[in-house]
């Protein structure tokens, strides 16, 4: 199995397919051309996430999150796409608006077939819990977070 696009918020170095290529994904529409440029049948799978603050929070907690800048992530909806078939970010997101209108942040990544056949079903699903399974214990890393402008966000 291909891992697809890997990212790192620091250094923006991305793995495709086991190849190592310097990228620039500032959005989310940057994601979806270079999966629809990859000679390899891509889905990209995607994790929407909503922010919460827990029961005990503190008046600290409280500021931040409303201010936007903290919050308790929890996986509300999960999907995997063809990037051929996703116009852009904004058709994206209305969508995902109709069915979880709270998201705060999108993680993504994309998952490489194999020649002209496109990832399995038990493939896809497997990934994707391993996705939300990865946001519910904030271990983030190979995931890329978007926030619901469609803009690469880093997580602190």
Known sequence: MS????FDG???LTAIAGKL???DISHFNDLLAAACAEAEPQRLLLVFAGASLPANATAQQRADFEAGESGELAPLMCVDKDPA????FEALAVEACTLVPDWALLFAAALSGHGDKAPSDSVIDAELQRMVDSVKSGRLTGLIPFDRHGMAVQLG
Not at 3 to 6: D, K, L, R, S
Not at 85 to 88: A, E, F, I
């Open 85 to 88: 078939l996703l116009p852009d």
């Open 21 to 23: 290529t310097r990228m």
């Open 3 to 6: 891992a697809g696009f890997i």
């Open 10 to 12: 620091h250094t923006g």
